[in-house]
């Protein structure tokens, strides 16, 4: 078992495509460290170069305390498990997991015993003698995850593993991922494009964009501590609403579209220096009732969708959208124009309905327009 550490570490591509930029991270033994990013950002390339399947351009990466950069990939004592887990066909589910156990010309009984413990903790000691092609694709995943298992690596590495099953099979093997991950206890590298799959398996989260780390932290930390605005629409879905809003010292208010909200003592301090910024709030922050010391904003809605214990709500006002800082004009993920609300219980609103839209100031998040970066 051991730690995983990358040292300024950039990768440059023939070609000339700087895909990973000075990345520096740190996963402890143990650890499981979720990568997540949109499509291209570099999860796959930092993968590839932790496994010795691509080359580091500059920077140091270290297994525990040896440096790996010049070291072929069966030298970095390492499993993985890709997207596109082919099962050899001809072979059966033992067979299949002892495979990298019989190369390394193992005891036969070695290895029998290592392919009975590794199917005992993935629950498939009744599909052994199967052939890949009887198996569902929730068996075929466990078995792909047998192969890394058996071989008792000092760390994983899993690049989007779950995303040929279905939505329901992967809420299920996400669950036992992470199970089987702190059974084992070695540090572990996931990568993911699915917010959702990062903040539910990661000890910590690492985000990025375009070869940069934007932020590495728990996903506690993420949700409530985002960096920018980038990462708080990142995290969370239906994405944080932001909203274009000015601050009017003079009435101790913020100014969003035609409407002006009193501020609360706290969160006038914290735009003390500021004029122009980002009003975030989570759809999950709006509530109907008129609560003491909560603010308000009058919104129409446009769309309901019930869920039978809440509503998503879908609304409109005269503020200018915002976009996640770096986002391109049509990654926003909502086709209404990036507003919504989710409102607890069933009924309580509907289409074209005026309604003020209360929420807390300290759920509130506050990002400087011109750069989105997070107020203090
Ligand atoms: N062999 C290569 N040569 C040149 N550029 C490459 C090569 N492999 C990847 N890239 C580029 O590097 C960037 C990062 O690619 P990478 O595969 O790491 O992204 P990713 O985050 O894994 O994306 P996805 O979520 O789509 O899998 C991309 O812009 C990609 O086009
Ligand atoms: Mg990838």
């Given at each position: 078992?051991?730690?995983?550490?990358?040292?300024?570490?950039?990768?440059v591509?023939?070609?000339?495509?700087?895909?990973?930029?000075?990345?520096?991270?740190?996963?402890?033994?143990?650890?499981?460290?979720v990568l997540?990013?949109?499509?291209?950002?570099?999860?796959?390339?930092?993968?590839?170069?932790?496994?010795?399947?691509?080359?580091?351009?500059?920077?140091?990466?270290?297994?525990?305390?040896?440096?790996?950069?010049?070291?072929?990939?069966?030298?970095?004592?390492i499993?993985m498990?890709?997207?596109?887990?082919?099962?050899?066909?001809?072979m059966?589910?033992?067979e299949?997991?002892?495979?990298?156990?019989?190369?390394?010309?193992?005891?036969?009984s070695?290895?029998?015993?290592?392919?009975?413990?590794?199917?005992?903790?993935?629950g498939?000691?009744?599909?052994?003698?199967?052939?890949?092609?009887?198996?569902?694709?929730?068996?075929r995943?466990?078995?792909?995850?047998?192969?890394?298992i058996?071989?008792?690596?000092s760390?994983?590495?899993?690049?989007?593993?779950?995303?040929?099953l279905?939505?329901?099979?992967?809420v299920?093997?996400?669950?036992?991922?992470?199970?089987?991950q702190?059974?084992?206890?070695?540090?572990?590298?996931?990568?993911?494009?699915?917010?959702?799959e990062?903040m539910?398996?990661?000890?910590?989260?690492?985000?990025?964009r375009?070869?940069?780390?934007?932020?590495?932290?728990?996903?506690?930390?993420?949700?409530?501590?985002p960096?920018?605005?980038?990462?708080?629409?990142?995290?969370?879905?239906?994405?944080?609403?932001?909203?274009?809003a000015?601050?009017?010292r003079?009435?101790?208010?913020?100014?969003?579209g035609?409407?002006?909200?009193?501020?609360?003592?706290?969160?006038?301090?914290?735009?003390?220096?500021?004029t122009?910024?980002?009003?975030?709030?989570?759809?999950?922050?709006?509530?109907?009732?008129?609560?003491?010391?909560?603010?308000g904003?009058?919104?129409?809605?446009?769309?309901?969708?019930e869920?039978?214990?809440?509503?998503?709500?879908?609304?409109?006002?005269?503020?200018?959208i915002?976009?996640?800082?770096?986002?391109?004009?049509?990654?926003?993920?909502?086709?209404?124009?990036?507003r919504?609300?989710?409102i607890?219980?069933s009924?309580?609103?509907?289409?074209?309905?005026?309604v003020?839209?209360?929420?807390?100031?300290?759920?509130?998040?506050?990002?400087?327009?011109?750069?989105g970066?997070?107020?203090?």
């Open positions: 078992m051991a730690s995983i550490t990358l040292e300024q570490v950039n990768k591509y023939p070609g000339g495509y700087h895909a990973i930029k000075d990345l520096n991270l740190e996963i402890a033994d143990g650890e499981l460290m997540v990013g949109p499509s291209g950002c570099g999860k796959t390339t930092t993968l590839r170069m932790v496994a010795g399947l691509e080359e580091v351009t500059s920077g140091t990466l270290r297994i525990g305390d040896r440096v790996v950069n010049g070291l072929e990939p069966k030298e970095r004592d499993a498990v890709f997207q596109n887990y082919a099962l050899y066909p001809h059966s589910v033992a299949n997991i002892g495979f990298a156990l019989r190369l390394q010309n193992l005891p036969k070695t290895i029998a015993q290592r392919v009975h413990d590794a199917s005992e903790i993935l498939i000691t009744d599909i052994l003698n199967k052939k890949p092609r009887q198996l569902s694709g929730g068996q995943q466990r078995v792909a995850m047998g192969r890394a058996v071989r008792e690596p760390i994983f590495l899993m690049d989007e593993p779950l995303s040929n279905d939505a329901k099979l992967r299920k093997m996400r669950a036992e991922v992470k199970l089987i702190e059974r084992l206890g070695v540090a572990t590298i996931y990568v993911t494009h699915d917010q959702m990062a539910t398996l990661g000890d910590r989260v690492a985000v990025l375009n070869g940069e780390l934007l932020q590495c932290t728990t996903p506690h930390d993420l949700y409530f501590n960096v920018d605005t980038f990462v708080a629409t990142f995290i969370g879905s239906p994405a944080m609403n932001l909203l274009e000015v601050v009017d003079t009435s101790a208010s913020l100014v969003v035609s409407q002006k909200i009193a501020l609360s003592d706290e969160t006038a301090k914290r735009l003390a220096g500021a122009h910024v980002t009003l975030g709030i989570r759809p999950e922050h709006f509530f109907l009732e008129d609560v003491p010391n909560s603010a904003l009058v919104a129409e809605v446009k769309l309901v969708e869920l039978g214990y809440e509503q998503m709500v879908h609304f409109d006002l005269d503020a200018k915002v976009r996640g800082h770096g986002e391109s004009e049509d990654a926003t993920n909502d086709i209404y124009g990036g919504t609300a989710r607890a219980g009924g309580e609103l509907k289409q074209r309905d005026r003020t839209l209360h929420f807390k100031w300290s759920d509130v998040y506050l990002f400087d327009a011109a750069t970066i997070a107020l203090p």
